[in-house]
């Protein structure tokens, strides 16, 4: 497994941007396929965008399409997600996970977790 601290979560105004930062260790992401996913309490895992080890291919929830993008460099052993054009229906814990092999829509394939970063978006 690979260590995962995330880091960038704050509060902002509706239309504002974040980007959140996933600092890996332990292992190189590089055979990796990283996504990150978001959790409102009461509510199950939901997954927001993922990156692909082998082909660097990108995937994204609908809901988020268009709006946020996720990134990896890794030389630094570091994924990102910029987030733009935050609504309040995006506030929630965000949380990176890692996985060996191809990307996964279902959080139980990840078998790598960080401790999540709050996202509040304000009206």
């Known amino acids: 497994q690979v260590q995962l601290v995330e880091s960038g979560g704050g509060l902002v105004q509706a239309g504002g941007s974040l980007r959140l930062s996933c600092a890996a260790s332990?292992?190189?992401?590089?055979?990796?396929?990283m996504a990150w996913f978001r959790q409102v309490p009461g509510k199950e895992r939901e997954f927001v965008a993922a990156?692909?080890?082998?082909?660097?291919?990108?995937y994204y929830a609908d809901s988020v399409k268009g709006r946020f993008t996720i990134s990896r460099d890794n030389a630094k052993n570091t994924v990102y997600l910029q987030m733009n054009s935050l609504k309040p229906e995006d506030t929630a814990v965000y949380s990176c996970?890692?996985?060996?092999?191809?990307?996964?829509?279902?959080?139980?394939?990840?078998?790598?977790w960080g401790q999540g970063t709050q996202v509040t978006v304000s009206s």
């Open positions: 996970a890692g996985r060996r092999g191809g990307y996964a829509y279902n959080s139980n394939y990840y078998d790598s």
């Open positions: 332990g292992r190189s992401i590089s055979s990796y396929s």
């Open positions: 990156s692909s080890w082998s082909s660097g291919s990108t």
